[in-house]
């Protein structure tokens, strides 16, 4: 669900140091919102701060949010927590393989425009969709 962004309240955090905000928000900018943040039932904020802060840089009036229902204090820490805790970064090899595939997607040789020409022919002369 949409969110506006005026609307939820930031108390208390753990996490001090929002750290470069730059390339999500670039992300989010050509991308969108990839994950919603989760708020509690009074739209406070228990998980996501970067992404909000991000989403306020580029000046969104709105945000996905997941409303979840952790009435304790203790519940709504342990939810923030969890929430980063146990990510995982790409290693180097599954980074340099994802590159290598984008490339490929962005950039097809001869034969795979020849075939997407060929199937968009027939997709619009047969009026279907991709």
Do not use: H
Not at 6 to 35: T, Y
Not at 115 to 126: L, V
């Amino acid at each position: 669900m949409q969110i506006p962004v005026e609307d939820i309240k930031v108390r208390k955090r753990i996490r001090k140091d929002m750290g470069d905000l730059g390339a999500l928000a670039e992300s989010m900018k050509r991308l969108g919102q990839i994950s919603p943040i989760t708020l509690s039932k009074q739209n406070e904020l228990i998980a996501g701060g970067r992404r909000l802060a991000a989403a306020k840089s580029l000046g969104w009036k709105t945000i996905s949010a997941v409303i979840v229902d952790l009435p304790e204090k203790l519940s709504r820490l342990e939810y923030e927590v969890e929430e980063n805790l146990y990510r995982q970064d790409l290693n180097d090899d599954e980074i340099s393989k994802a590159s290598r595939e984008i490339c490929k997607l962005r950039n097809p040789g001869f034969f795979r425009r020849l075939w997407n020409s060929i199937a968009a022919f027939f997709r619009r002369i047969f009026n279907i969709s991709p």
